[in-house]
Protein backbone atom coordinates (compact mmCIF):
# COMPACT_ATOMS: atom_id res chain seq x y z
CA UNK A 1 0.00 0.00 0.00
CA UNK A 2 1.57 3.54 -0.71
CA UNK A 3 -0.09 7.15 0.64
CA UNK A 4 0.06 10.00 -1.54
CA UNK A 5 0.45 14.04 -0.90
CA UNK A 6 0.32 16.00 -3.38
CA UNK A 7 1.75 20.04 -3.26
CA UNK A 8 2.66 22.88 -4.95
CA UNK A 9 -0.76 24.51 -6.38
CA UNK A 10 -1.95 27.52 -5.60
CA UNK A 11 -3.41 30.71 -7.73
CA UNK A 12 -1.01 31.99 -10.93
CA UNK A 13 -1.42 34.15 -14.14
CA UNK A 14 -2.32 32.61 -17.75
CA UNK A 15 1.16 32.00 -19.26
CA UNK A 16 2.89 31.11 -15.55
CA UNK A 17 4.65 27.80 -14.42
CA UNK A 18 3.68 25.44 -11.34
CA UNK A 19 5.55 22.63 -10.41
CA UNK A 20 3.02 20.32 -8.43
CA UNK A 21 4.77 17.07 -5.97
CA UNK A 22 3.55 14.43 -5.05
CA UNK A 23 5.23 12.67 -1.78
CA UNK A 24 5.10 8.88 -1.57
CA UNK A 25 5.08 6.91 1.29
CA UNK A 26 6.18 3.14 1.38
CA UNK A 27 9.79 1.99 0.57
CA UNK A 28 8.30 0.44 -2.90
CA UNK A 29 7.39 3.78 -5.03
CA UNK A 30 9.80 2.53 -7.92
CA UNK A 31 7.71 -0.19 -8.52
CA UNK A 32 4.69 2.00 -8.90
CA UNK A 33 3.47 3.12 -12.60
CA UNK A 34 2.53 6.84 -11.31
CA UNK A 35 -0.26 9.16 -12.82
CA UNK A 36 -1.49 12.98 -12.24
CA UNK A 37 -5.24 13.65 -13.24
CA UNK A 38 -7.34 16.19 -13.01
CA UNK A 39 -10.73 17.61 -11.83
CA UNK A 40 -12.62 20.97 -12.79
CA UNK A 41 -16.25 21.89 -11.76
CA UNK A 42 -18.85 19.69 -13.18
CA UNK A 43 -16.69 17.56 -15.20
CA UNK A 44 -15.44 13.96 -14.73
CA UNK A 45 -11.65 13.37 -13.59
CA UNK A 46 -10.02 13.46 -16.48
CA UNK A 47 -5.71 11.70 -17.08
CA UNK A 48 -2.79 14.33 -17.50
CA UNK A 49 0.51 12.25 -17.40
CA UNK A 50 1.71 8.87 -17.01
CA UNK A 51 5.14 7.88 -15.81
CA UNK A 52 7.06 4.01 -15.83
CA UNK A 53 8.62 2.84 -11.96
CA UNK A 54 11.92 4.15 -13.58
CA UNK A 55 11.11 6.69 -15.78
CA UNK A 56 11.56 4.77 -19.23
CA UNK A 57 8.60 5.92 -20.43
CA UNK A 58 6.05 8.97 -20.18
CA UNK A 59 2.89 9.50 -21.78
CA UNK A 60 0.91 13.11 -21.76
CA UNK A 61 -2.70 14.05 -22.83
CA UNK A 62 -2.39 16.02 -25.85
CA UNK A 63 -4.24 19.07 -24.35
CA UNK A 64 -0.91 19.48 -21.73
CA UNK A 65 1.72 18.01 -24.68
CA UNK A 66 4.45 20.04 -25.00
CA UNK A 67 3.94 22.26 -22.10
CA UNK A 68 3.31 19.67 -18.77
CA UNK A 69 6.21 16.93 -17.96
CA UNK A 70 6.01 14.65 -15.51
CA UNK A 71 9.04 13.51 -13.75
CA UNK A 72 10.05 11.48 -10.54
CA UNK A 73 12.87 11.09 -8.05
CA UNK A 74 12.93 7.78 -6.68
CA UNK A 75 15.24 8.09 -4.04
CA UNK A 76 12.73 10.94 -2.65
CA UNK A 77 9.70 8.94 -3.16
CA UNK A 78 8.79 11.96 -5.19
CA UNK A 79 6.34 12.31 -8.31
CA UNK A 80 6.46 15.73 -9.75
CA UNK A 81 4.82 17.83 -12.69
CA UNK A 82 6.05 20.59 -14.13
CA UNK A 83 3.07 22.87 -15.65
CA UNK A 84 4.41 25.52 -18.05
CA UNK A 85 2.52 28.22 -20.03
CA UNK A 86 -0.81 27.45 -17.99
CA UNK A 87 -3.89 28.65 -19.15
CA UNK A 88 -7.58 28.89 -17.34
CA UNK A 89 -8.39 25.78 -18.60
CA UNK A 90 -5.70 24.20 -16.73
CA UNK A 91 -7.30 25.43 -13.50
CA UNK A 92 -8.63 22.23 -11.86
CA UNK A 93 -7.66 19.95 -8.41
CA UNK A 94 -4.80 18.12 -9.15
CA UNK A 95 -4.48 14.67 -8.16
CA UNK A 96 -1.31 12.02 -8.37
CA UNK A 97 -2.18 8.47 -8.36
CA UNK A 98 -0.23 5.09 -8.16
CA UNK A 99 -0.77 1.41 -10.31
CA UNK A 100 -0.58 -1.30 -8.10
CA UNK A 101 0.06 -3.63 -11.18
CA UNK A 102 1.08 -2.29 -14.63
CA UNK A 103 -1.31 -1.38 -15.83
CA UNK A 104 -2.82 -2.00 -19.38
CA UNK A 105 -4.33 1.46 -20.26
CA UNK A 106 -2.05 3.90 -17.98
CA UNK A 107 -4.70 7.07 -18.75
CA UNK A 108 -7.58 4.88 -17.27
CA UNK A 109 -8.71 6.19 -13.89
CA UNK A 110 -9.96 2.29 -13.06
CA UNK A 111 -5.99 1.51 -13.49
CA UNK A 112 -4.88 3.40 -10.21
CA UNK A 113 -5.46 2.13 -6.87
CA UNK A 114 -4.18 5.01 -4.58
CA UNK A 115 -4.94 8.41 -4.92
CA UNK A 116 -4.11 11.61 -3.21
CA UNK A 117 -6.43 13.93 -1.80
CA UNK A 118 -5.48 16.55 -4.36
CA UNK A 119 -4.46 20.24 -4.77
CA UNK A 120 -5.69 23.10 -6.05
CA UNK A 121 -4.56 24.61 -9.20
CA UNK A 122 -6.05 28.65 -10.49
CA UNK A 123 -5.05 30.12 -13.26
CA UNK A 124 -6.45 33.99 -13.59
CA UNK A 125 -7.00 34.85 -17.02
Known amino acids: QVQLVESGGGLVQAGDSLRLSCAASGRTFSSYVMGWFRQAPGLEREFVAA????????SHADSVKGRFTISRDNAKNTLFLQMNSLKPDDAAVYYCAAASTDPKYPMRRSEYAYWGQGTQVTVSS
Open 51 to 58: ISGLGGWT
